[in-house]
Protein backbone atom coordinates (compact mmCIF):
# COMPACT_ATOMS: atom_id res chain seq x y z
CA UNK A 1 0.00 0.00 0.00
CA UNK A 2 1.45 3.39 -0.87
CA UNK A 3 0.23 6.71 0.37
CA UNK A 4 -0.57 10.08 -0.89
CA UNK A 5 2.39 12.32 -0.55
CA UNK A 6 3.22 15.22 1.41
CA UNK A 7 5.52 18.35 -0.49
CA UNK A 8 7.98 19.94 2.19
CA UNK A 9 9.86 22.65 1.13
CA UNK A 10 12.68 24.90 3.23
CA UNK A 11 9.94 27.37 4.09
CA UNK A 12 7.64 24.70 5.44
CA UNK A 13 9.02 21.62 7.39
CA UNK A 14 8.02 21.62 10.99
CA UNK A 15 5.85 24.89 10.76
CA UNK A 16 2.60 24.60 12.31
CA UNK A 17 0.81 24.12 9.08
CA UNK A 18 3.07 21.17 7.87
CA UNK A 19 2.64 19.53 11.36
CA UNK A 20 -1.33 20.00 11.08
CA UNK A 21 -0.73 18.10 7.38
CA UNK A 22 1.24 15.04 9.19
CA UNK A 23 -1.51 14.65 11.97
CA UNK A 24 -4.01 14.65 9.17
CA UNK A 25 -1.77 12.13 6.67
CA UNK A 26 -1.60 9.56 9.40
CA UNK A 27 -4.85 10.24 10.25
CA UNK A 28 -6.34 9.69 6.96
CA UNK A 29 -3.31 7.56 5.47
CA UNK A 30 -1.36 5.32 7.72
CA UNK A 31 -4.00 2.49 9.78
CA UNK A 32 -1.54 1.01 12.13
CA UNK A 33 -2.14 0.21 16.01
CA UNK A 34 -1.00 2.56 18.37
CA UNK A 35 2.33 1.96 19.10
CA UNK A 36 2.99 1.47 15.41
CA UNK A 37 1.06 4.78 14.45
CA UNK A 38 3.41 6.48 17.56
CA UNK A 39 6.86 5.29 16.10
CA UNK A 40 5.87 6.45 12.45
CA UNK A 41 4.87 9.43 13.66
CA UNK A 42 8.21 9.78 15.28
CA UNK A 43 10.30 9.14 12.38
CA UNK A 44 8.01 11.42 10.23
CA UNK A 45 8.81 14.13 12.69
CA UNK A 46 12.16 13.31 13.19
CA UNK A 47 12.73 13.65 9.32
CA UNK A 48 11.27 16.90 9.20
CA UNK A 49 13.43 18.21 11.55
CA UNK A 50 16.04 17.14 9.85
CA UNK A 51 15.00 18.69 6.70
CA UNK A 52 14.34 21.81 8.67
CA UNK A 53 17.97 22.52 9.85
CA UNK A 54 19.30 22.00 5.74
CA UNK A 55 20.67 25.02 4.43
CA UNK A 56 19.21 26.48 1.23
CA UNK A 57 16.34 26.20 -0.95
CA UNK A 58 15.04 22.70 -1.49
CA UNK A 59 11.49 20.61 -2.44
CA UNK A 60 10.38 17.16 -0.88
CA UNK A 61 7.85 14.38 -1.40
CA UNK A 62 7.32 11.93 1.98
CA UNK A 63 4.90 9.26 1.45
CA UNK A 64 4.52 5.54 3.38
CA UNK A 65 4.86 2.23 1.95
CA UNK A 66 3.06 -0.15 4.08
CA UNK A 67 2.58 -4.21 4.13
CA UNK A 68 1.37 -6.69 7.05
CA UNK A 69 4.95 -6.48 8.69
CA UNK A 70 6.36 -3.73 7.87
CA UNK A 71 6.82 0.01 6.61
CA UNK A 72 8.61 2.79 4.43
CA UNK A 73 9.12 6.11 4.73
CA UNK A 74 9.98 7.87 1.43
CA UNK A 75 11.07 11.00 1.09
CA UNK A 76 12.75 12.73 -2.33
CA UNK A 77 14.47 15.74 -1.92
CA UNK A 78 15.91 17.98 -4.62
CA UNK A 79 17.75 21.19 -4.35
CA UNK A 80 17.97 24.37 -5.99
CA UNK A 81 21.50 25.78 -4.33
CA UNK A 82 24.52 25.36 -5.81
CA UNK A 83 27.43 24.16 -4.18
CA UNK A 84 29.22 27.58 -4.48
CA UNK A 85 26.18 29.19 -2.32
CA UNK A 86 26.80 26.21 0.47
CA UNK A 87 30.42 26.85 0.65
CA UNK A 88 29.52 30.82 1.21
CA UNK A 89 27.18 29.80 3.85
CA UNK A 90 29.50 27.21 5.68
CA UNK A 91 32.79 29.78 5.87
CA UNK A 92 30.41 32.02 8.79
CA UNK A 93 31.13 28.86 10.25
CA UNK A 94 35.21 28.43 9.36
CA UNK A 95 33.90 25.56 6.24
CA UNK A 96 32.25 23.56 8.90
CA UNK A 97 28.15 22.26 8.78
CA UNK A 98 27.51 22.99 12.77
CA UNK A 99 24.72 21.17 12.83
CA UNK A 100 26.32 17.92 11.68
CA UNK A 101 26.20 16.74 15.66
CA UNK A 102 24.15 13.29 16.27
CA UNK A 103 22.91 10.50 14.21
CA UNK A 104 20.32 12.75 11.99
CA UNK A 105 22.68 15.84 11.68
CA UNK A 106 25.35 13.68 9.97
CA UNK A 107 22.27 11.82 7.77
CA UNK A 108 21.09 15.60 6.70
CA UNK A 109 24.69 16.18 5.99
CA UNK A 110 24.77 13.42 3.67
CA UNK A 111 21.65 14.20 1.78
CA UNK A 112 22.13 17.97 1.79
CA UNK A 113 25.92 17.51 0.08
CA UNK A 114 24.27 14.52 -2.15
CA UNK A 115 22.03 17.23 -3.73
CA UNK A 116 24.80 19.55 -4.05
CA UNK A 117 27.23 17.88 -5.98
CA UNK A 118 28.15 14.11 -6.27
CA UNK A 119 31.57 15.16 -5.76
CA UNK A 120 30.92 16.63 -2.79
CA UNK A 121 28.94 13.24 -1.09
CA UNK A 122 32.40 11.90 -1.64
CA UNK A 123 34.19 13.70 0.45
CA UNK A 124 31.76 12.67 3.19
CA UNK A 125 32.95 8.89 3.19
CA UNK A 126 36.57 10.89 4.44
CA UNK A 127 34.53 12.53 6.77
CA UNK A 128 31.86 10.20 8.75
CA UNK A 129 34.39 7.42 7.26
CA UNK A 130 31.70 4.30 7.26
CA UNK A 131 28.48 3.32 5.53
CA UNK A 132 28.90 4.13 2.08
CA UNK A 133 28.99 2.21 -1.53
CA UNK A 134 29.98 3.72 -4.72
CA UNK A 135 27.74 2.63 -7.01
CA UNK A 136 29.34 4.56 -10.14
CA UNK A 137 32.81 3.36 -9.26
CA UNK A 138 31.44 -0.55 -9.99
CA UNK A 139 30.24 -0.03 -12.85
CA UNK A 140 26.87 1.25 -12.16
CA UNK A 141 24.82 3.51 -14.47
CA UNK A 142 25.82 6.91 -13.99
CA UNK A 143 21.96 8.50 -14.40
CA UNK A 144 21.08 5.93 -12.61
CA UNK A 145 21.69 5.71 -8.44
CA UNK A 146 25.38 6.98 -8.40
CA UNK A 147 26.49 6.31 -4.23
CA UNK A 148 24.94 5.21 -1.43
CA UNK A 149 24.72 5.01 2.58
CA UNK A 150 23.09 2.34 4.67
CA UNK A 151 22.79 2.52 8.50
CA UNK A 152 22.97 -1.26 8.74
CA UNK A 153 26.24 -0.79 6.69
CA UNK A 154 27.47 1.72 8.66
CA UNK A 155 26.61 -0.36 12.14
CA UNK A 156 28.51 -3.25 10.71
CA UNK A 157 31.36 -0.91 9.83
CA UNK A 158 31.61 0.68 13.06
CA UNK A 159 31.57 -3.13 14.62
CA UNK A 160 34.35 -4.18 12.58
CA UNK A 161 36.65 -1.02 12.98
CA UNK A 162 39.08 -0.36 15.98
CA UNK A 163 37.92 0.67 18.99
CA UNK A 164 38.87 4.72 19.19
CA UNK A 165 36.91 7.76 20.53
CA UNK A 166 35.41 8.54 17.03
CA UNK A 167 33.85 5.05 17.07
CA UNK A 168 32.55 5.73 20.21
CA UNK A 169 31.09 8.75 19.56
CA UNK A 170 29.67 7.64 16.57
CA UNK A 171 27.55 4.60 19.01
CA UNK A 172 26.73 7.17 21.58
CA UNK A 173 25.14 8.77 18.31
CA UNK A 174 23.14 5.79 16.90
CA UNK A 175 22.23 4.73 20.80
CA UNK A 176 20.52 8.40 21.72
CA UNK A 177 18.64 8.46 18.25
CA UNK A 178 15.42 8.17 17.79
CA UNK A 179 15.46 7.32 14.37
CA UNK A 180 18.39 4.63 14.55
CA UNK A 181 16.35 2.86 17.32
CA UNK A 182 13.11 2.94 15.69
CA UNK A 183 14.55 1.80 12.03
CA UNK A 184 15.24 -1.54 11.04
CA UNK A 185 17.54 0.04 8.37
CA UNK A 186 17.90 3.64 7.11
CA UNK A 187 19.27 4.18 3.42
CA UNK A 188 20.33 6.87 1.35
CA UNK A 189 20.44 7.03 -2.53
CA UNK A 190 22.00 9.97 -4.35
CA UNK A 191 21.73 10.54 -7.93
CA UNK A 192 22.61 13.60 -9.98
CA UNK A 193 19.80 15.68 -8.96
CA UNK A 194 18.44 14.67 -6.88
CA UNK A 195 18.83 12.21 -3.27
CA UNK A 196 15.85 9.41 -1.47
CA UNK A 197 15.66 9.09 1.84
CA UNK A 198 14.33 5.34 2.59
CA UNK A 199 13.50 4.41 6.46
CA UNK A 200 12.40 0.85 7.21
CA UNK A 201 10.12 -0.34 10.06
CA UNK A 202 8.51 -3.01 11.46
CA UNK A 203 5.06 -3.10 12.58
CA UNK A 204 4.36 -5.01 15.73
CA UNK A 205 0.53 -5.01 15.34
CA UNK A 206 0.51 -3.20 19.04
Known amino acids: ?47 LGMLKAMTGNYSAMLWIEAGKSNCRLHVLASSFMDINK ?40 QKYGLGYVDVASMGGNP ?5 SWSLNQYKKSLSEGEEGEKE ?23 KKDHVELLIDMELTGK
Request: aromatic share 6%.
Open 143 to 147: SEIMF
Open 168 to 190: QTAWDELEKSIVASIAKDVQVGV
Open 86 to 125: KKELLSLSQGKNAYAKGFMAKLGDIIENGILNYENVMALQ
Open 1 to 47: METKKLLISSTNAMDAEMLRKVDSFMKDECSFEKKDNLHVRLLIEET
